[in-house]
């Protein structure tokens, strides 16, 4: 079981995102922007992030940069998760540290054996 945050301004999503890491026994933590991603990431110091791209104020790829450059943070593993598909949306997002890149929507075999690959 890993501690696994998730950074969407949807409650649809994380709804959806939630119910399938509960499913396959993971705990969940939220947070609705970017801001508070990053703030939950360095207090609660969760074992993975999924970050959405498309939100208020600070975004996903700012989000993704600063975490991944935070000496308290950068060891988590940021897997982007988002409905942008463009091959440079992926480039952008991998220069900003992020290690794994999903479009929305996710399926649960997508979404977890992505987590597994990086949490082995």
């Given amino acids: ?26 705990e969940v933590l939220t947070a609705d922007n970017g801001a508070d991603g990053v703030a939950t990431a360095r207090s609660q110091k969760p074992d993975l992030i999924l970050m959405d791209v498309v939100m208020p104020g600070l975004n996903g790829f700012q989000a993704t940069r600063q975490l991944s450059r935070s000496a308290e943070t950068q060891d988590i593993p940021v897997v982007i998760v988002t409905t942008k598909d463009q091959e440079t949306d992926r480039v952008w997002g991998t220069r900003q540290g992020a290690r794994g890149y999903l479009v929305k929507p996710v399926s649960e075999e997508q979404l977890i054996t992505t ?3 990086l949490l082995d």
Avoid at 7 to 12: G, K
Avoid at 17 to 24: D, F, H, T, Y
């Fill in 115 to 117: 987590i597994n690959s």
């Fill in 1 to 26: 079981m890993a501690r696994i945050l998730i950074v969407d301004d949807s409650p649809t999503e994380v709804k959806k995102i939630s119910g399938l890491l509960e499913k396959n026994n993971h």
